[in-house]
């Protein structure tokens, strides 16, 4: 695909299961693509949306959380690392598709995590929003397991100033698409807060189709911070070494 267009024009989210599966996908990404749209026209500044009810399964909001860590400078992602989840990926920088969607990972790289660059990088003020695929035709991909986190949970992102930004899970979503909320999802639900979106798809598996019925939304936002080391020229290596590190992290 192509990264050319500046602004979204069709619906987009999905993950194919067989090579004509990948012509189907629009409709699953469509969700996404709208959603950024319209949060690109102010959903990101900052300002709390409205959350009203939305239709929805998964694992809502709890109280006990830790208190929000205060926005970081901007630095883009460089690795994702999710205990809970299984995750362990590297971040690739996605932008939109000749058609107006937003580029999903390469589908030869089902380990890897996009991360939506016209949008905020994660651990900066605004909802940054990370995507990667639930499976491919043949295996489980990077977030096969994320529908299964729950609040509390904590989400590691390596970034490129040596620093990890460390969310905390708050609620777990899914979504279908016919009741996705794309300013509810893709905007802040804080004010002058770093958050973090996790989507992926979910719900049942349309064969017809080759497509899913709903997204995965797992809504998280910063709270700790491992500074960067104050040598420049090995800041970026130790910093994503302590994700790496972390318990029971590996590169994978």
Request: with cysteine; glycine share 12%; aromatic share 6%.
């Amino acid at each position: 695909m192509s990264e050319e267009a500046d602004a979204p024009a069709e619906p987009a989210a999905g993950s194919p299961r067989s090579g004509t599966a990948r012509l189907l996908t629009g409709v699953a990404w469509a969700v996404l693509l709208i959603g950024l749209w319209l949060w690109g026209r102010g959903a990101s500044d900052g300002t709390p949306t409205a959350t009203g009810d939305v239709a929805a399964v998964g694992r809502p909001p709890v109280l006990g959380l830790p208190a929000a860590h205060a926005p970081l400078a901007a630095a883009q992602p460089r690795q994702v690392v999710i205990d809970t989840a299984k995750v362990r990926a590297p971040v690739v920088a996605r932008g939109l598709d000749a058609a107006g969607g937003v580029a999903p990972p390469p589908y030869d790289r089902p380990g890897a995590v996009g991360w939506y660059r016209g949008g905020p990088s994660p651990g900066s003020s605004g909802a940054a929003v990370l995507v990667g695929h639930v499976d491919t035709d043949s295996r489980p991909a990077v977030f096969y397991h994320l529908s299964a986190m729950k609040p509390g949970e904590k989400v590691r992102v390596g970034r490129s100033d040596g620093s990890v930004a460390e969310f905390t899970v708050e609620e777990v979503e899914v979504i279908s698409y016919a009741r996705f909320d794309p300013r509810r999802v893709y905007g802040p639900r804080a004010a002058h807060r770093a958050e973090l979106r996790l989507i992926t798809c979910g719900g049942a598996f349309d064969r017809a189709r080759h497509t899913y019925t709903a997204n995965v939304v797992v809504s998280a936002y910063l709270t700790d911070v491992t500074a960067a080391p104050k040598s420049r020229t090995t800041a970026g290596r130790r910093g994503l070494e302590a994700v790496w590190r972390a318990p029971g992290a590996r590169p994978g």
